[in-house]
Every structure is written in C-alpha cells, then in structure tokens.
C-alpha cells in the first residue's frame, strides 16, 4: 500500500496538470491521451488503481507546498528566534507547525483515500 500510495504522489508531482490512468503492462501511470495510454483496458483501469484527475493533482500540489512552506517557516523562525524567544514568537511557531502538521495529515488523507478508491484494496 505504501508503494502505491508512492507512484500515485510521484505521479502527481511529475505531471501535475494532466489526467493519467494505470498502464498495466508499463506498471506506471500514462497520460489516456499518449500512445501508451491509448492502449490500457479501461476495464482493468478501475480495477486496479484509480485514475488520477488533474483537480485531484491540483489539490495534492497545494496540500503538499503549503506543508513544506509551514515546515519551512517554522524552521526559518526557531533560527531567528534564538535561545530565549519572546512569547509571541514562540506561540506564532506552535500556530504554524499546527498547521504543518494538519497539512501533512491531508496529504496522507489524499494518498491513502485514492489508495483505498479502487477496487483491490
């Protein structure tokens, strides 16, 4: 399952603006509209792995850099913060890394519910 959930954010991340559908004999995802991608069953792609739409690519993508922007300032503002941070600084660093921490839940929501989407799981 973890493999799975691997190619799908691969995928997401090589070509975020396209739809792509499981290419049984290439075991990766293939654009329907490429040569490879003409030649999958349909039958076979929606019972094996679900296809991904580029709305779901778009959703992943911002989920995704909205993570490792919070990750990155929250470290960006323990450096700058020093040793002895006033309060403010330190209750503004809780507040982002909270919201790191809900991004990376979503993240591994979206992974594991298209996972989970088809048939097989």
């Known amino acids: 399952m973890l ?3 691997a190619v799908i954010a691969a995928e997401c ?4 603006d396209r739809r792509a559908v499981w ?11 490429t040569d490879e991608g003409r030649t999958v069953p349909l039958d076979h792609e929606s019972r094996t792995h679900p296809p991904l739409s580029s709305q779901f690519k778009l959703v992943f993508g911002a989920a995704t850099g909205g993570t490792l922007l919070f990750v990155l300032l929250c470290v960006v503002l323990t450096f700058a913060a020093g040793k002895e941070p006033p309060s403010l600084m330190t209750e503004l660093i809780r507040g982002l890394f909270s919201l790191a921490q ?3 839940g979503a993240v591994v929501g979206l992974l594991g519910g298209k996972r989970l989407n088809s048939n097989d799981g």
């Open 102 to 104: 809900i991004g990376f």
């Open 13 to 16: 991340i090589k070509h975020p």
């Open 23 to 33: 290419s049984p004999h290439l075991e990766k995802y293939v654009c329907p509209d």
């Open 3 to 5: 493999r799975d959930m």
